[in-house]
């Protein structure tokens, strides 16, 4: 009997994950990518023994495929995509094909904002707790790579809307949405909803035996809720209402009341401050409490957790000036959380590859926070339209030194100089890390 033939497209973290789960299920295996692959996932295939090509797709080698695993960066629109779809190949999401071969219990976490912190938060709290954990998603190495090479009990997993759309069968143990806000919407036709259904298959394949976890304070959220059958456990999350089952903030406590027992903790105890990441320590406590994790081990996991790096990062301080690493934000709602969490006057760094941004929601916190913006990207236009009556000085940058330099002289004694790029960063870096790393950089030489 012929083995079943699986191609990868694309040869990053996630397609040489799913290459190496496949060998080890002797599936007939072989890689795709159209661009170059990096010489470390090079050496990888070939000591795997991978058949692997890159610089194009030979369509002779990808036709002929029993199943195809799209890597998430990869739309449906690129011409091969369109031919295999055309030709009803099944294509899947690397998700979507590791969890097939683990038994792990999944704890999912979507949205637009704070999906790495609250990833990160849980995966915190269940080591803690003494549990055999992996994380994975968009963190680290591939949930494919970690099935095939490790035996954990529990997964948390970081789901980006790419990744969810190549999902059918999936389905987490606890489920998670933070928030929807527009994102993406250059993959999704420019239509919001297309990525808010995107979303919500995290959802599709819960039972009664699941969790779901929610922010109530999101009205696209609750939408969504509203407008399908989801027939599982739900625990909202809020600040404006009073959860009778679930989390929420009063008198400046955050309180889970769950199976009849309930949690108290002051948010000044936290130990990420901010209104997002009260949010995101919400629902890392409900799912703690989900997994009957000790109170004493949720407290202690909110309160030394040590946050996540390009995301409100503090750098150092130069001459009094405060310069804050947000490289992570890379959508205009990620910036909105950065601003509204400054209490000193800023210099705001901003720009990249606009996805579709609506700058308009930033208009208040510009008008009352921002003193200067120093746009980082090839072509800043838009920002300029969008700030123009609310920011006296918008100057333009094309290097990391450059902006770096000009928020220097900008900023003054107890001011904040804040990379909070609200844009993708693949106009002038290789990716939001690159970008966050050379800020770091820039700053310490100056």
Known sequence: MNKQRIVILGAGESGVGSAILAKSKNFDVFVSDNGSIKQKYKDTLIEYNIEWEEGGHSENLIFNADLIIKSPGIPDSVPVVKKIIEKKIKIISEIEFAGVYTNAKMICITGSNGKTTTTLMIYHLLKKAGFNVG??????????????????DYYVIELSSFQLDGIYEFKPDIAIIMNITPDHLNRYDNVFQNYVNSKFRITQNLTLNDYLIYCSDDEVV?????????????????????????????????????????????????????????????????????????????????????????????????????????????????????????????????????????????????????????????????????????????????????????????????????????????????????????????????
């Not at 950065?338 to 916190?365: F, Q, R």
Request: hydrophobic fraction near 40%; proline fraction near 2%.
């Open 135 to 152: 994380v994975a998603g968009n963190i680290g190495k591939s949930f494919a790579l970690q099935v095939a090479q490790n035996s954990f």
């Open 222 to 446: 609750i939408n969504g809720l509203n407008s399908r059958n989801i027939n599982t456990n739900i625990l909202p999350f809020s600040f404006s209402n009073k959860e009778s089952n679930g989390a929420y903030v009063e008198n400046n406590n955050i309180i889970i009341n769950m199976a009849k027992s309930n949690f108290i903790m002051s948010i000044q105890d936290l130990a990420l401050q901010g209104k997002h990441n009260t949010y995101n320590s919400m629902a890392a406590g409900l799912s703690g409490k989900v997994l009957k994790i000790r109170k004493e081990i949720i407290r202690e996991s909110l309160s030394d957790f040590q946050g996540v790096e390009h995301r409100l990062e503090p750098v150092i301080k130069v001459h009094g000036i405060e310069f804050i690493n947000d490289s992570k934000a890379t959508n205009v709602n990620s910036t909105w959380y950065a601003l509204e969490t400054m209490t000193k006057p800023i210099v705001w760094i901003v720009g990249g590859i606009d996805k579709g941004n609506d700058y308009s929601i930033l208009s208040e916190l510009v008008r009352n926070k921002v003193k200067a913006i120093v746009c980082l990207g090839k072509d800043n236009q838009k920002i300029h339209k969008a700030f123009a009556d609310f920011s006296e000085i918008i100057v333009d940058t094309y290097s990391i030194e450059e902006a770096v330099s000009a928020s220097y002289y900008l900023a003054e004694k107890g001011e904040v100089v804040l990379l909070s790029p609200s844009c993708a960063s693949f106009d002038l870096f290789e990716n939001y890390e690159d970008r966050g790393r050379k800020f770091k950089n820039s700053v310490r030489d100056l």
